[in-house]
Structures are given as C-alpha cells and as structure tokens.
DNA sequence: GCCTGTGAATCCATTCACAGCT
DNA sequence: AGCTGTGAATGGATTCACAGGC
C-alpha cells in the first residue's frame, strides 16, 4: 500500500485498486464504505487520505508495544524482525526461563529478564502485546501471566491452544496449515 | 486430531467432533461426505479409520522432502522445529550463501550448503518444497533456482511477493497479518 | 433410538448495475 | 464524462431437517 504513495499519482480509482490487488473494483467500494466515504465520486481515493484512514482503522497509525517469552531460535527470529518494527510493532522486552540466558544482551538492544519480571514489566512497558515463542508445556502457565499482568493479546507460535478470557484476544501460528495446503495442492497436480 | 486417539473412544460423533474444532456438526459431515462416507449411519465416525482417510485427503500420510534457503534465527528455527517433522514434513539439506555458513553443521544433522548447489540437491534428495528465509532482495532469484531445480512448492517467510509459474504452488506467510487482526481487535475493545 | 448422508432452506459475501455527485 | 456509494441480484457456503441405515 505504501508503495502507491512513491507513485507520482495523488487520486487513485476502485478500479486501479482493485487491479492493484487482485480484487474487484465493486468489493474495494464495499469494504472501504464499511469504514466510512473515503472517495470522490467522479473522481477517485485520494491515496495518502486513504492510507491515513486505513492505517487508523487497523489501529496501526500508533506504535504497538509487544513483548517477546521464550528465546529460541524463533523468539530470537522474531524480535530481530525488522519487518514489525517498521509497522509499528516494537519489542520493548524480551522474557525467559534459563539462567544461561536471563540477562544476555540481543542485538536489538534489549536485555533477556527472567519470566518473574512479567507482571511488573507488561504493565510499566505498557505492553499490550504478548508473543509467545516457548516450550509447549510452558506456553499456558506463560499466557496466563501475560494476562494477568494486563495484556490484551497473544500473539501465539506454540502449537498448542490456549484459553484465554474474554478480554484478551489470540492469534496461534501453526506452520504446518500452510505446508498441508502446499502438500494437498501438489498432491492434486500429479 | 491425532490427540482424540489418545482417548480412549474409538467412535466418535459429528456433534462431539464438531464442538471439538468448534464448527457445526452439519458442517463436518458435509466435508466428510465430500471425500467419501467415512461413518457408519446411526453410529458415527472410527477415529482411526477416519484420521487415516484424512491424512490420505491431506497427503500427510507420506513423507514430504523440504528444504531451507537462507539460516539466519528465522531459517534455523524452522530447520530445527521439530513439529514439522513430528507431522512428516523433513527437512533434507539447507542452503545459505554466506561463506561462514557453508559447511556449518546444524543441530538437526544437516551440512548448511552453497546456494550453487541447489540446481544438483534439489532433483537428487528429491525436495518437493523449497523454504525461503532470505533477505527480500534475494528472494525472487532463489525461488527461481528452487523452480527450475524442480520444486513443487514455495513457502515463503520473505515479506515480498514472490512470482512463479503455474506448476509451483507458492504460500506466503506474513507475521505482521495477524498483527494486524489482533491490532484490530484490541483497538476495537477500548 | 441414534447418527450419518443429503436435498432444501437460509445466510452471507461477492458482483452487478445504476443513481447521484463533481 | 467519470467514479463513488449502494440497493438488488447472484452464487457459494453454512445450516436445517429429515430420510435412510444401524
């Protein structure tokens, strides 16, 4: 979407959105007057007005303070990842269990405190955000501290499924649903 | 699914299955009878029985051969994650281009290779999924390689958009997405 | 009686087509 | 004339409800 905007263009049609992202132009109406009248009729979407109206819809006009738990070879690929920082997803903790680890210094900057220090640091931080990247086992007892100390979301890369209350919201990742897809697909080519 | 065999029910319901994975036992059935009848009217489905006609359906039944291109923490977690391996998804040898890298043995066993040899691993080791965590910029020209090599599929961790022909199936996975939706939702709370 | 398989009914998302604004 | 916003039409997926088999 940002990159529209490097275009020399300020209007921009349903249609060449639509065209931009491989949808019909009629649905891109639909959706965006869900929200709201962005548009000119006659006219066309001002981009840098819409973007500015997407971005406070998908609440990421602001910086997001998110925490990471369990520093393996994933945690440690999620926190370096430039790619949420530049949304506006920022790591401002990084939490684990094994004394080897606890107070070693990342390459973002951040130092590793132990799991104790959840339910002071999520509410000092104000993080809002939890990621958890840790044993199976842990991943429970770890979403309940998360919450208790006043998360509103997980963030969940365990393959196990979490409860949680109302109040807080879960998104898992499971890699293999998009190998089972990739794998039913191939399967059904030959 | 593999946990209901550890019950110690043999038959199972489209009711108690469907509350289960939370869908409407309707809605079971259906997509059950969409691949064959595997209940029995007035009883219900065999765990077993039905849990091998579905890794049939899924192709999970087989071992599939995949391998990684790029190892930086993001490439190793996945090489290492040992729930893709648990679910028949192997990891059968691992290319980088960082000349530091090449000849590292990993923790899994695999001996990290040059890209080069991609074009000569790929038909060998028969790899029918390539796995991209490259940097952007590289990933474009290493899923050409992994296609013209002979691989099936693409699963791609490189936030960019990556283009193939028609007998490669590409899935692309977006950490920031459900970022997005948990954004969302914790906007739309408060 | 119980639970599957399935046509019919319902719901929801996508698309069409046009009225209304510039 | 051009393009948005939107009611109406379409189509696909979900759910209901019951006939058929255990």
């Known amino acids: 979407m940002e990159e529209l905007l490097e275009t020399r263009e300020i209007i921009i049609s349903s249609e060449k959105l639509g065209a931009f992202c491989g949808v019909n132009p009629a649905q891109v109406r ?5 929200f709201g009248e962005f ?3 006659g006219v066309g979407y001002n981009i840098g007005n819409l973007l500015h109206h997407i971005q406070k ?20 690929a999620l926190v370096e990842n430039d790619n949420m920082r530049k949304r506006g997803y920022n790591f ?6 094994d004394p080897l680890k606890i107070g070693t210094k990342l390459d973002c900057g951040l130092t590793i405190e132990p799991n104790s220090r959840i ?6 931080l104000k993080i809002e955000i939890g990621v ?10 770890v979403s309940n501290l998360l919450m208790s100390a006043g998360v509103r979301g997980i963030y969940n890369f365990v393959p196990v499924q979490v409860r949680t ?25 030959n």
Chains 1, 2 share one sequence.
Request: glycine share 8%; charged share 20%; with cysteine.
């Open 39 to 41: 548009g000119v009729r």
């Open 57 to 76: 819809i998908l609440a990421t006009d602001k910086e997001w303070h998110l925490c990471i738990v369990g520093l393996g070879n994933l945690g440690h």
């Open 119 to 124: 339910s002071v640091l999520v509410p000092k």
């Open 92 to 97: 401002v903790a990084a939490f684990d269990i």
């Open 165 to 189: 209350d109302a109040c807080c919201v879960v998104e898992n990742v499971d890699f293999t649903v998009k190998l089972e897809n990739l794998a039913y697909h191939i399967g059904k080519i």
């Open 30 to 34: 639909k959706d965006l007057t869900f």
């Open 132 to 141: 958890i990247a840790t044993p199976p086992l842990m991943a429970q007892g």
